[in-house]
């Protein structure tokens, strides 16, 4: 919700194809789920990969996501938020007509509920990705956006765990 209005293109799991990394997405969230086991290397794990690239929706694509079988990467806590980013920044710069009518919506932006904290996640990560959508002298303040930057880039694993 953006303003009280529902805007279809915030949905991670809205089918709107687009390439990143090399591989055509169906969502946001196929690229999402894949990516917590991109980097892993035992057979098992590049398979179960390989089927999630293969996934055709968003749901079925999530569900492989949920795997404890398949090896989640170790610095998944400190990139999922960048990597959920990358997609949607993908997704709104090859969809111009998504790009257009997020940047001109006003106000505070409420993602589509989600698990644990995701639902602020995705609010922040839409914030940012709405605020580059827009040319630079509508843009929100420097501060606004480095603050809304520095929430969705990788964290640092130098920091303490209660920083993170």
């Given at each position: 919700?953006?303003?009280?209005?529902?805007?279809?293109?915030?949905?991670?799991?809205?089918?709107?194809p687009?390439?990143?990394?090399?591989?055509?997405?169906?969502?946001?969230?196929?690229?999402?789920?894949?990516?917590?086991?991109?980097?892993?290397?035992?057979?098992?794990?590049?398979?179960?990969?390989?089927?999630?690239?293969?996934?055709?929706?968003?749901?079925?694509?999530?569900?492989?996501?949920?795997?404890?079988?398949?090896?989640?990467?170790?610095d998944?806590?400190?990139?999922?938020?960048?990597?959920?980013?990358?997609?949607?920044?993908?997704?709104?710069?090859?969809?111009?007509?998504?790009a257009?009518?997020?940047?001109?919506?006003?106000?505070?932006?409420?993602?589509?509920?989600?698990?644990?904290?995701?639902?602020?996640?995705?609010?922040?990560?839409?914030?940012?990705?709405?605020?580059?959508?827009r040319?630079?002298?509508?843009?929100?303040?420097?501060?606004?956006?480095?603050?809304?930057?520095?929430?969705?880039?990788?964290?640092?694993?130098?920091?303490?765990?209660?920083?993170?």
């Amino acid at each position: 919700m953006i303003g009280g209005e529902y805007v279809e293109a915030t949905d991670n799991f809205l089918v709107a194809p687009f390439e990143l990394d090399g591989h055509k997405w169906y969502s946001c969230e196929q690229y999402f789920q894949w990516a917590k086991f991109a980097t892993s290397t035992d057979a098992y794990t590049i398979a179960h990969a390989q089927s999630i690239i293969e996934c055709k929706s968003a749901g079925s694509a999530w569900q492989m996501g949920q795997s404890r079988i398949a090896t989640l990467r170790s610095d998944w806590e400190l990139v999922k938020a960048n990597v959920m980013y990358r997609a949607v920044k993908a997704k709104f710069d090859q969809h111009p007509d998504f790009a257009a009518r997020l940047a001109a919506t006003e106000g505070p932006i409420r993602a589509a509920p989600s698990t644990a904290d995701w639902q602020h996640v995705n609010s922040v990560i839409l914030e940012r990705v709405r605020d580059e959508c827009r040319p630079p002298e509508k843009r929100v303040s420097n501060a606004r956006y480095e603050a809304l930057r520095t929430l969705t880039e990788p964290m640092p694993s130098t920091l303490p765990s209660t920083l993170r």
